[in-house]
């Protein structure tokens, strides 16, 4: 696995070419009616899916000089965000679980592929049943995402939507393209199904695009860069070619252990256990790493560390070996697990936690 390369957190957006605007860029997608999307037969509706289904990229502009956009990854939590971000980039860069609010930073994947650059902004799940310091942070993050980016695909269940959805969906500005991208589209049984669902969800908001695709099919995911790159403005490209993200390796260790803290512990575990970084240091190919698991309660930290220590072994043995995969490098490390009781409804200690 080639190590995912850094750079300097939150790069200055570069200016347009001369003769470009992000205006115009905008101005280019052009949405049918839902009538025309809809067609009242079954066999309307199978040409009108098997034409979603195969590649847009022959209808994009014809690319002269670099193209780069921002292109927000945004739906409920355990969507499937985080599993598409990383078939997308082509490298784990986003821990996954089915834990509900796996992921809680705004996690930036890049993909350069000729002359386009895709710059994609992985989101927390927009939360609704808590209103703790934590999950504001986390919504914050979610409305900042959405705001300041140039295409936004708004993931949902094929078929599905509910309260969760509907209120990403109500964050979703008018004037920035938003693509619909129906998820899990392989576990549709009969496509005629999907018609009234699908004029629902185009009624509920002005898609550009819609997308039926699974995150685990190589092919839909290829198709999606072809469909995304005709809203990217030209303008010069934001990273390297050869960058994945920007996030560091010492972030990416934390996230790593929080993965394999949530999918060892199951749903017994809280959500607001959390993963600090205490140290890390490199010498030659050699990383040091020293970790703290955060609970709210005793009993978490004996579910944690198990009988004998053994689960905490088990959750320190798969972090690390993750990591010498990721670095391409010897990983030392060491987990210790505190309690910190209320931290997630505690304004100051979220962000002394890392939480924006």
């Keep these: 696995m080639t190590p995912a390369k850094k750079t300097p957190s939150k790069p200055a957006r570069p200016a347009a070419p001369a003769g470009s605007t992000k205006a115009k860029a905008k101005a280019a997608p052009t949405v049918e009616p839902a009538e025309a999307i809809v067609p009242a037969q079954d066999a309307a509706l199978e040409a009108m899916l098997a034409k979603a289904m195969t590649s847009q990229a022959n209808n994009a502009p014809p690319v002269e000089g670099q193209r780069c956009g921002l292109i927000a990854i945004v739906g ?7 599993t598409l971000l990383n078939a997308l980039v ?13 992921t809680r930073h705004r996690i930036t994947g890049m993909r350069t592929l000729g002359a386009t650059q895709y710059v994609f902004v992985d989101t927390p799940g927009f939360q609704t ?15 900042g995402a959405v705001n300041d980016v140039d295409l936004i695909v708004f993931v949902v269940e094929a078929g599905q939507f509910n309260q969760a959805d509907a209120k990403v969906l109500s964050l979703l ?14 576990l549709i049984h009969r496509r005629a199904d999907i018609a009234p669902w699908l004029k629902e969800m185009q009624e509920r908001h002005n898609f550009a695009e819609f997308v039926p695709m699974s995150a685990n099919n190589a092919k839909d995911v290829e198709r999606l860069f072809g469909i995304c790159e005709k809203y990217l403005p030209p303008q010069p490209w934001m990273y390297g070619a050869e960058e994945l993200t920007d996030r560091s390796e010492r972030f990416m260790a934390a996230e790593i252990i ?10 017994e575990l ?19 790493i020293a970790a703290t698991i955060v609970v709210e309660r005793d009993g978490h930290k004996g579910m944690i560390i198990g ?11 798969e972090a690390r070996h993750e990591l010498e995969a990721l670095t391409g490098g010897k990983v030392f490390l060491e987990i210790w697990v505190k309690v910190r009781s209320g931290w997630a409804d505690d304004e100051a200690r979220v962000k002394t936690f890392g939480y924006e």
């Design 129 to 143: 049943r808590h209103g703790n310091a934590l999950n504001r942070s986390l919504n914050k993050t979610v409305v």
């Design 307 to 317: 009988e004998k220590g053994e689960k905490l072994k088990r959750i320190g043995t």
């Design 258 to 267: 929080r993965e394999k803290l949530f999918r060892l512990t199951g749903d």
């Design 270 to 288: 809280p959500y607001t256990s959390t993963v600090i970084i205490d140290k890390f240091e490199q010498e030659g190919e050699l990383r040091r």
């Design 173 to 186: 500005p008018a004037n920035t393209p938003a693509i619909l991208l129906a998820n899990k589209f392989d």
């Design 90 to 102: 082509g490298q784990k860069i986003s821990i996954t679980s089915r834990k509900a609010q796996t």
């Design 76 to 82: 409920k939590p355990n969507v499937g965000k985080s």
